[in-house]
């Protein structure tokens, strides 16, 4: 059998095991009728909300793939529909799965208990992530078997699949994003706040949406992001090897990413075996060690390849040491010392809470950035040593951070499912006992998310640095030497200020489409409040679908300038200023991207657990001023670490992929100079 | 002759006109029993905080002349000390100015109506921007005379002065933007919220230090920011212009400068004339005359030297333009619809004040960037179509957006003095028709000093660009063509991340100071206010000494971390990891100082006017909810638009400026690697 073949292989084995996962949630039960129709109800709202999204992706993509055709070739377009078909298709089964899940989490906690409620939103989750990695392995690898192994010569193609999938991605991310916390700030800021109802009380019209929203973003949205850094890194390597003119280091990312999984269903079996025991330390053990057995069976691929020099493996080494150090340090952000110091400050009222919590994210960009600095120079010092391009020690590096996927998903979109399960608890009246252990549940999800979410930075900014570096190659192979990125040339340096403010343009443009988005839910609830007879006495059933339509067609609408934006910046840079001005324009939106994502992530999650924090009982706790002080800054976190902070990841991804693909079509200088 | 005496005599010559204004300020009288006892605690609280600081910064000081003295020699230990006296004394006699003329504002408002109190506030100011504009020429015109013209050969020296100036800028920024804040945070949450007294009631015992802070902060902070940017914009265009062998280049920044000063001048003249009939008018036809009338003159210079081609004159042009573009988007942002939608985001409580802002904040940063962008283009194109180093051109558009600093600063310090005479009217209780006029000349202040800001970041960034060019110029010139600063080398990237986490780093610490000594400041008041009896009835005085002397020691112990962080990064990445990374650092450095300084100065500038909206009896005004919810932006808006956004721009020029310093002794690559 042709070795090339066995990453699709062992991708389409990684879907029998999601599909075996998804059966053993079948096996629980769905609940009673009441439970049930909430259940019924949040899944369906996810399914219109991505078939109505689907559709406008459907028709953003065929422009894609007509221009692509056109300009690059039918391989090319090829690739593009597979790649935006594989990350649909991720994202999709990925959330349908998570809505079955979190019904059953809840069940599950009424009638078994706290253990068995943690494997089915643990199982839940993994199928996100075994999707994730096993349709990216067999989607790229198939491509890559047909254009690229045993001499093929359609290695660029590759890059329409980034591209395809990538798109996808951005606008699930961003609509995902807006939905979710439209939904969320406007049932909250009329439920709690001024009908005086609790967090998921049945009667808000809004909180369905809300529920809804947490699927669509969290799970959906968060499972094309990551698809897309996975694909990204594996394509950017691919890239860069070719222009070296080696098939064993082309291969070498897919043959990481194939032993990844494998690794990652070992950490999935390892936290299902310790997790009747403490919760907290199986998804701990989970992570830390699904990424060691990957490196150590990383050592004997590397050792058996031919021409891939052993010394490649400390690359693998350092991406993943980083993506688990990233994760530690984003835990200690949002959970640590700076929390009950934001917490605190919630005693001097809002404007301190703000203050602290903006000076707090600030600060946490410092460390994970070092730390990518520091992979940068290791992975690319060693490859050097190695007489390996130094820039593919970087792909590398973001391969390895990224080979866990499987593992590393399955624990981040394990935290919706649960606070998914408190949320149908809190509905159906399922009582203290449950809520207690779905609380439980949901806040060791929130510290697991926090992890993830630095991780997806992390492999997001290396995986975006390898496809810049891979675009960079390949204008050079067309220009040489006159294509130089050198900071003196005023082209690199304009290149590099207009980078800079497309993180910025496109966070503001997000948090305000939260904000008007909100508003228009604000109204839809009050109004139903207003005007339903017997709602507020619980005789009456709200119009929970409206707020699920509002918030769905209010984030679709929204999300289409951030989109377009990002997707048309580099070829309006690109042919207008040219091919170095858009080398430029890449470094300063990375920088600004990988900052801004770290900000609005760490501020975001701090100050939800500050109010967490103060709402178990702290500093007066619920209904003190300090609580409402914190509850603020919360509110301002929603769009920071769920809509605007994520945005950034697939931004720079979305531009430095578009690059890459019309890099060959691109003029030195552009049009307008 | 010698013609290269023009300029420091010319600075001479500003320094009489400078004394004139002043003797204009005095023949005014300073009030009444009641009203010159207040100015004169402020004077002297703010003459005490400048020498206890000046102390420090003479600690400070003299550890660089001797490190100078020791690796550089005696030429530039020589200039450091006279570019770090110049940048003291602009500071402190303008600040010295204006505690006397607040005072005089306020007097004059109440005996010879509101023109006479225009006149007066705007001379307080003038006689800062007089003294900015002229001692940088004496000082700068002086040590060029001495060392670099008619074949002089320490040329390099001339970068001591610019340390020497940037450093104490640095300090001066960072430690008056502490104090300033800490005291009005800690005086209205204590005075407005606890106690339920007006703003500038003078039985707050913080009222004192919050008028002593605009002085020390918005003037004194302000001058040395901008002398800072303005010498070095003509530092780095000498250095550059050195490296051409053109001594006629090497001039022209100083003879721009020369008559740039006599533009502010007749600038300064205009406004005088025409105060008595609109001031709003007044002030913008000096903001946009005086730049006309120097383009003129510019042109005549440029025409009359020998070997300058007259395109460069397009250059000068493109900058004075920019600036003034930048202002007038900083006008919008601040002052135009986005405001008015953050007061009636209000309308929904303080979370979406915060939302809105930061929105606003994070949108403003864009066209000012791309109008940069825009003057780089420009100016490096003209620059080398005319047969001259592309980067000479950046430093001239810079030189040519500083020239008319005198007027620029005037307007820009204008606006603390009528701050502050309001804050004496109300302490003095003179009455609602005096207030009335100084809240007139305050809201116009706003709006100037809105522009100021803008100016000056827009001015600090093209300087540091210029003087990181320098840079480059210097180590090439070194190593040649081994210093590459190009993208594609690692180190480079390397450079570029650090440097980008630098601003963020530095923001969050001068947050997190003004938040700890406002705490300070809030205790010593609530002490005040419980210990001392008849305090509330006003029988009894409070100890306003005790509190400046609270922010004085606060601010004076947290602007060292910050300051030392700064003037060492270079020297540690330099050594530490080499002049290539160095230079990506700048670069990273660059971007993100320009950024956050636009984001957190608009937005704090827009929270700040949203509450005058509300306050002006807008959407429920004062005592409403909405009005709640916009105190709480103006409250974080309070360290981010006057200590964080503004030693953003002193940084990255501190920076450059230290690393243009040891640019000769630097390696290549650094000892870690």
């Not at 339903?532 to 769905?552: H, Q, Y």
Request: aromatic residues 6%.
């Amino acid at each position: 059998m042709n070795i090339s073949l066995l990453p699709s292989l062992l991708g389409a084995f990684g879907m029998v095991a999601a599909f075996v996962v998804y059966l053993l949630v079948m096996k629980y039960p769905d609940g009673e009728d009441k439970v049930k129709k909430i259940g019924d109800q949040i899944h369906t709202g996810a399914l219109t909300f991505m078939k109505t999204e689907y559709k406008i992706l459907l028709a953003f993509v065929v422009v894609l793939v007509v221009l692509a055709y056109q300009f690059l070739g039918t391989e090319t377009a090829i690739a593009v529909i597979v790649g935006a078909a594989c990350s649909s298709l991720a994202g999709f089964i990925g959330m349908y799965a998570a809505t079955k899940a979190n019904v059953r989490t809840a069940t599950a906690a009424q009638k078994d208990g706290a253990p068995a409620a943690l494997s089915v939103a643990f199982y839940g989750g993994s199928i996100m992530g075994l999707c994730v990695a096993s349709l990216g392995l067999i989607g790229l690898g198939g491509l890559y078997y047909f254009y690229a192994a045993n001499g093929g010569s359609h290695i660029h193609a590759l890059e329409g699949f980034g591209m395809g999938a990538s798109v996808v991605a951005l606008f699930s991310r961003v609509g995902g994003g807006i939905f979710t916390k439209s939904a969320d700030v406007g049932a909250d800021l009329v439920g709690k706040i001024e009908a005086g109802i609790p967090e998921d009380d049945p009667r808000n019209p809004g909180v369905i949406a809300d529920n809804v929203g947490d699927n669509v973003g969290d799970v959906a949205g968060m499972g094309s992001d990551i698809f897309e850094s996975y694909c990204g890194s594996m394509i950017a390597s691919i890239a860069i090897a070719y222009t070296m003119n080696s098939e064993s280091l082309m291969f070498l990312p897919l043959a990481l990413a194939a032993v990844g999984l494998i690794a990652s269903i070992v950490g999935i079996v390892i936290v299902k075996l310790q997790s009747s025991k403490e919760p907290a330390s199986a998804l701990r053990s989970g992570t830390l060690l699904a990424p060691l057995i990957f490196i150590g069976m990383a050592y004997f691929v590397i050792q058996d390849m031919n021409d891939v020099p052993v010394a490649v493996l400390w690359c693998v080494v350092s991406g993943a040491v980083g993506g688990v150090l990233i994760g530690l340090i984003t835990e200690y952000y949002t959970g640590g010392n700076p929390v009950k110091e934001i917490a605190e400050s919630g005693e001097t009222g809002p404007a301190t809470v703000m203050i602290s919590g903006l000076s707090v994210g600030m600060q946490s960009v410092v460390i994970p950035i070092l730390i990518l600095a520091t992979i940068i120079l290791v992975s690319t010092s060693i490859a050097s040593g190695a007489g390996v391009a130094g820039v593919y020690g970087v792909g590398i590096a973001a391969v390895g951070m990224l080979s866990t996927v499987g593992i590393t998903m399955a624990i981040d979109a394990y935290g919706p499912v649960a606070d998914n399960a408190g949320g149908i608890a809190e509905m159906a009246g399922m009582g203290k006992e449950v809520r207690d252990i779905t609380d439980s549940l949901d806040e060791l999800g929130n510290t697991t998310a926090a992890i993830g979410k630095g991780f997806a930075i992390g492999a997001a900014a290396l995986a975006a640095l390898a496809i810049i570096s891979a675009y960079s190659a390949q204008v050079s192979s067309v220009y040489g030497e006159a294509f130089s990125l050198s900071l003196n040339n005023p082209m690199v340096l304009v290149g590099m200020f207009i980078g800079i403010c497309i993180p910025f343009l496109i966070s503001a443009i997000t948090m305000k489409a939260v904000g008007d988005a909100a508003f228009e839910m604000i109204n839809e609830i009050r109004r139903q409040f207003k005007e339903i007879p017997g709602l507020m006495d619980g005789t009456a059933d709200p119009d929970s679908e409206k707020c699920v339509e509002i918030a769905t067609k209010a984030s679709l609408k929204k999300m289409m300038l951030p989109g377009i934006i990002a997707v048309a910046m580099p070829a309006v840079v690109g042919f207008g200023l040219g091919a170095i001005a858009l080398g430029g324009m890449l470094a300063g939106g990375l920088l600004g991207c990988v900052a801004l994502a770290l900000f609005m992530a760490n501020a975001g999650g701090a100050w939800d657990n500050a109010k967490k924090y103060v709402e178990k009982g702290n500093l007066g706790g619920k209904g003190s001023e300090t609580h409402a002080a914190v509850v603020v800054g919360d509110t301002v976190g929603d769009p920071f670490k769920d809509t605007s902070g994520p945005a950034m990841n697939i931004l720079i991804n979305v531009m430095a992929m578009v690059s890459l693909v019309i890099s060959g079509l691109l003029p030195l200088n552009g049009i307008f100079f």
